[in-house]
């Protein structure tokens, strides 16, 4: 039996992680088999990369080295977790994937994204989510979210300026629009509820497929 692959994306402080959390709930409740994890990490050896990618003291770190490195946290991401999950038939619940490298990475940094799209696909031996939901809120709200909500202070990502993250969410948005059939855009400024609402909607229907 085959699992059902779900990913979350969206501009920093759009709510992912509250609605990952929601959905594991609401799957718990049911008893249907499921796990939840994220990228960059998911591992312990991704994690491991996770703290390097995150880390504000490395503001020399080049592009390219960006890239490989979220693509070898994938790897063993995928390899690791998310593959062997899938193959037991569990619903996978990832907060961020491919989408995102395309979206910080490409067009946020200047790089061809056919480049990035090959490097993930390779590492992930092209498994692509069976949905992303696409949580949009503009860069200005969701960057005034995590400043308010970060005790630790924002990390190298989140740091980046204003026009790097509206850059971020224009490109998310034209993936959406690229990719309808797989892409569940969702209004960011609603209440958490509703978003759950409207997600979970979603869910059962493929569920039920």
């Not at 998310?82 to 395309?102: F, N």
């Not at 490097?119 to 692509?128: D, H, V």
């Not at 709200?141 to 990390?155: F, N």
Request: hydrophobic share 40%; aromatic share 6%.
């Amino acid at each position: 039996m085959k699992g059902i692959f779900l990913t979350f994306e969206g501009p920093d402080g759009a709510g992912k992680s509250t609605q990952v959390r929601l959905l594991a709930n609401q799957l718990e409740r049911l008893g249907i088999p499921y796990i939840t994890t994220r990228e960059p990490g998911g591992t312990p050896i991704a994690d491991k990369i996770r703290a390097v990618l995150l880390d504000p003291v490395h503001t020399e770190m080049a592009p390219m080295t960006e890239v490989l490195l979220y693509a070898a946290s994938r790897a063993q991401h995928v390899e690791e977790v998310i593959r062997p999950a899938l193959a037991q038939g569990r619903v996978v619940i990832c907060d961020r994937y491919i989408d995102a490298s395309i979206a910080y990475q490409a067009t946020g940094l200047g790089l061809k994204r056919e480049l990035i799209q090959r490097i993930s696909e390779e590492a992930t031996g092209f498994l692509w989510p069976d949905r992303t939901y696409l949580i949009d809120v503009p860069a200005e709200i969701g960057l005034a979210r995590v400043a308010g909500s970060r005790q630790g202070g924002l990390d190298r990502i989140e740091s980046r300026g204003i026009d790097y993250h509206s850059r971020v969410r224009q490109t998310f948005l034209s993936l959406a629009n690229e990719d309808s059939q797989r892409f569940l855009l969702i209004d960011g400024t609603q209440s958490v509820e509703e978003i759950h609402a409207e997600i979970w909607e979603d869910v059962q229907t493929l569920l039920k497929r």
